[in-house]
């Protein structure tokens, strides 16, 4: 078959290909058309959303669920199962943003679910569970993320470990497969601390009744006497009992930062591939200084100071992501994931040290021409950054 013939077998090309030499006849500049494609981009990956809550869930004494709508009534963008937003939001004065885990269903384009569990000494999550209210308005990014369920390649067998408010992106990759009746098979081990914070739990519990594809295995790490269940920490031990055959598994890991690594090191253990796990960051490190390279006798309740060039300067706290630092003194900088994954939040270092933990993902053009991703960096000298 000649070149020209396959071309044709290609739905929609014989079409344009007529449209075009129609409009090269009429002599057309295709003004008519203009901007289009960046039209339709714009619908499809907007930058901004402006967003209306119009229904608060309260999951468990920590969590609650906020369910926002376009503020002007229109359809959302459509997203990928387990991808998040970046809420944008006003704290007396501190301009700043959070990435949190669509968890309800991409099937529904009328609303987005946003599950905000409370963060151990939260500034976000605080405001959001204690101030948000039913019809207030919030601004945030488009979705966004690349941990998500991708039918074509992760195969038909999925395990998904979540930690606490790592149920999120669960939820809504389990929700794709149930409303499209996709063949996969999915694999929920969920652990929590305590029995009465189990964010979807009765949800969870229903739907793996009802569904011979869904399994559901619960752990409470530190449960009540009279808790009958699995319990303790996720073991490899737990782990090779309720998966059986691992070889054909796609793993998706969701929870706090040491969950995460605990996980990862238990499926390398069982010799899962790394091209078969699946981590969503989780923000920056807590305990930088317990990582490889963290400078000798730095100590994170050290105060340095932080020059933005031409603009001016503050002290801040070793320990204190320089992206929080530059936001709570008045400096804005864009950014998604506050992970080290995006680089949306990166900027250029021009003189002092920062260290650049195991999740600052930069490229080695980052690294040789000096630029950092704030989100992940923590200044252990003076510097002086431009934004």
């Known amino acids: 078959m000649s070149e020209q013939n396959s071309l044709n077998l290609i739905a929609g090309y014989s079409a344009a290909v007529a449209a075009k030499l129609s409009l090269e006849q009429g002599g057309s500049d295709f003004y008519e058309v203009r901007g289009e494609v960046g039209s339709t981009v714009a619908q499809l990956h907007p930058k901004r959303l402006s967003l209306e809550v119009v229904e608060i869930i309260e999951e468990t004494p920590t969590t609650k669920t906020f369910r926002l709508m376009m503020a002007d009534g229109k359809m959302l963008p459509p997203f990928q ?175 706090p930062t040491p969950f995460n690594e605990s996980c990862v090191a238990i499926l390398k253990e069982l010799g899962v591939p790394c091209r078969r796990i699946r981590v969503e960051a989780n923000g920056a490190p807590r305990t930088p200084n317990e990582q490889e390279g963290w400078p000798p006798g730095v100590a994170l309740e050290g105060e340095v100071q932080v020059t933005v060039q031409g603009r001016g300067s503050f002290r801040s706290k070793v320990g204190e992501p320089l992206l929080n630092a530059l936001e709570r003194n008045g400096y804005s900088v864009e950014n998604a994931c506050r992970s080290g994954e995006c680089s949306l939040c990166r900027v250029k270092l021009v003189s002092g040290s920062v260290f650049n933990p195991q999740e600052a993902h930069l490229r080695k053009s980052d690294r040789d021409f000096g630029w950092i991703y704030s989100c992940v960096a923590f200044p252990t000298s003076d510097i002086v950054v431009l934004l």
């Open 81 to 255: 199962a387990g991808q998040y937003i970046n809420l944008f939001v006003d704290i007396n004065g501190v301009h700043t943003a959070r990435p949190y885990a669509i968890s309800s269903s991409p099937s529904q384009r009328g609303h987005y679910d946003v599950t905000v569990k409370r963060a151990a000494g939260g500034f976000v999550s605080s405001y959001l569970l204690d101030k948000l209210a039913v019809g207030q308005l919030l601004t945030s990014s488009g979705p966004m993320g690349t941990f998500h369920h991708n039918p074509l390649f992760h195969g038909d067998d999925l395990v998904f470990l979540a930690g606490g408010s790592g149920s999120a992106p669960a939820r809504s990759i389990l929700l794709n497969i149930l409303d499209r009746d996709l063949p996969q098979r999915f694999h929920l081990i969920y652990v929590n601390s305590y029995v009465d914070d189990v964010i979807f739990s009765e949800e969870f519990r229903e739907l793996a009744e009802r569904h011979k594809q869904f399994r559901l295995n619960e752990l409470i790490s530190r449960p009540p006497a009279w808790y009958q269940g699995l319990s303790g920490r996720l073991t490899r031990k737990i782990l090779k009992q309720q998966l059986g055959d691992i070889d054909s598994k796609m793993f998706y890991i969701c929870g």
